[in-house]
């Protein structure tokens, strides 16, 4: 039979740059001959030798050739070719980006997302392990998504391959170039940081953590720099917020254990069973874990985070009449609606707070300056001010929210009196309540989860929402 024909850069149409590395741009390209889609990963060859990544590259290459013909939870690599400058790589579309943004969108994951996304990961590390490969790197700027939503995990540069004698060697030079780490420290096993050599189990610990940022929001190990992030690594310096998940607790546990054979599945005779066994995956049928479910935010404090109740349907357990305590409940669950247009508390104020004066901005402006928020506002008119926690997942921060003329919407740390940052604005910008305290600003690129404890978030969304209609009037109408 003869082999398919070599291609080449002319076989595929360059569209947009879809990413890039440290070495490498990528590319959406089409293939002209069959239309498809894919990306393509370039890599300046003068680059790569002056960065002596000729190693990593090459390594890169050789994984992905193991796994392509495992297509399912791996990039594949359907060819390579090279031009005199360039090397190429034609790789799957993973149309869904990262899933890093995806969870930094929404905050965190509902637990049905959580264990459907943690069980795709341990095929995909079950794959792994019976092909020798151990990843060393996996973390969750390292996992696509398809355009079916299922994973793909990808960037197998660092990966080592346990049957070959090169990777020993190379293994061996590792060994010599102490505190030679470069990746993400977040996300790096302790064997790894005390220079032993690099187990299966080494994913799993990496998988910990992704489990417990997938529930939380945030990874387990933080600190201001990558030397303190390694000592709480080290020492297990962790702890779980509030509200986290008792079984996916239970199962990050049993993964993020210091000494690598004592972690859940190491030992497996057949990996991962013991994982699978686990109770966070009671209701997983390994044979057909079906589609995934629809990545949406897991909101602490709201009933149900899908939105998905059948609310026409009059529950069968509930008592006859309609007393105080049980129409204010109705009412609230009426707000708590995604898809209702909640109605307002009668307490607020009809007046629009953008329409203002000039001579009546001057006014307030000049009261202002005696005001403590006002040197953190950029000389911007504060229109509305109020204490908010400021959510991401199950972690969330007391912060001063300041509604501007600008429009702005800053907010402080009121214990240090520091700006920490704004939620940026544009055309697109939408606000969600979700009860009387919860209530999301949507950006393109992230949901701002506030909770006003005071319970005016009705009256911060009314407030926002005019101050958009203001600045983006013909957005505001569609
Ligand atoms: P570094 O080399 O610095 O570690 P990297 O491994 O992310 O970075 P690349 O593999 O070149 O570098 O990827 C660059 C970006 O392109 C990634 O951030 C990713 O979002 C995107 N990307 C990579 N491969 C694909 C793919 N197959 N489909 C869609 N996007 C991709």
Redesign the pocket.
């Known amino acids: 039979m003869t082999p398919p024909p070599k291609r080449s850069a002319s076989d595929f149409v360059f569209g947009k740059v879809?990413?890039?590395?440290?070495?490498?741009?990528?590319y959406?390209a089409k293939d002209i001959h069959t239309s498809k889609e894919?990306?393509i990963?370039v890599?300046e060859k003068r680059h790569i030798i002056r960065e002596k990544k000729m190693e990593?590259v090459s390594r890169?290459k050789k994984v992905l050739q193991i796994l392509s013909p495992c297509a399912s939870h791996f990039?594949r690599l359907y060819c390579t070719f090279q031009d005199p400058e360039r090397l190429y790589f034609v790789?799957?579309?993973?149309?869904n980006?990262?899933l890093l943004p995806h969870l930094n969108k929404n905050g965190s994951f509902t637990i049905e997302c959580t264990k459907y996304y943690t069980a795709e990961l341990v095929l995909a590390l079950e794959v792994l392990n019976s092909k020798g490969i151990i990843h060393r790197?996996l973390k969750p700027?390292?996992i696509?998504f398809d355009e079916n939503w299922h994973i793909?995990i990808?960037?197998f540069?660092s990966a080592k391959i346990l049957s070959s004698n090169e990777d020993r060697n190379e293994d061996e030079n590792n060994k010599r170039r102490k505190n030679s780490f470069v990746?993400t420290a977040q996300y790096v096993s302790p064997e790894l940081l005390k220079d032993t050599e690099a187990v299966f189990a080494s994913d799993l610990w990496a998988l910990g953590c992704i489990i417990y940022q997938m529930v939380s929001g945030l990874p387990p190990f933080r600190a201001g720099s990558e030397y303190l992030i390694f000592q709480k690594i080290l020492k297990l310096e962790y702890e779980f917020p509030e509200g986290f998940d008792q079984t996916a607790k239970d199962l990050v546990e049993k993964l993020l254990v210091l000494s690598p054979s004592k972690r859940l599945g190491a030992t497996d005779s057949q990996p991962y069973t013991s994982i699978r066994q686990h109770e966070f995956f009671s209701d997983i049928d390994w044979d057909n874990i079906g589609p995934p479910p629809r990545i949406i935010p897991y909101l602490p404090g709201c009933s149900d985070s899908s939105g998905n109740r059948n609310d026409n349907q009059i529950p069968d357990n509930l008592e006859p009449g309609l007393d105080h305590e049980k129409a204010s409940r109705l009412q609230l669950d009426m707000i708590c609606q995604p898809s209702s247009t909640p109605t307002r508390k009668k307490s607020e104020t009809n007046k629009n707070i953008i329409e203002l004066e000039p001579a009546e901005i001057e006014r307030r402006l000049e009261l202002q300056k005696m005001d403590k928020w006002h040197n953190l506002v950029e000389g911007n008119l504060i229109l509305k001010q109020g204490l908010v926690d400021k959510r991401k997942g199950l972690f969330a921060r007391r912060r001063m929210l300041l509604l501007t003329r600008g429009p702005h919407l800053y907010y402080v740390d009121p214990a240090t009196m520091t700006l920490k940052g704004e939620i940026p604005w544009g055309a697109e910008l939408r606000t969600e309540p979700k009860n009387f305290k919860i209530f999301f600003v949507h950006t393109p690129n992230r949901t701002y989860y506030l909770e006003d404890p005071e319970g005016y978030a009705l009256e911060w969304c009314k407030a926002i929402d005019e101050v958009r209609a203001f600045y983006y009037p013909e957005q505001s109408q569609s």
Not at 18 to 26: D, P, R
């Open positions: 879809i990413g890039e590395g440290s070495f490498s741009t990528v959406l894919f990306a990963k890599l990593y890169e990039v790789l799957t579309y993973a149309k980006g990262e790197d700027e390292n696509l793909l990808t960037d540069g990746g």
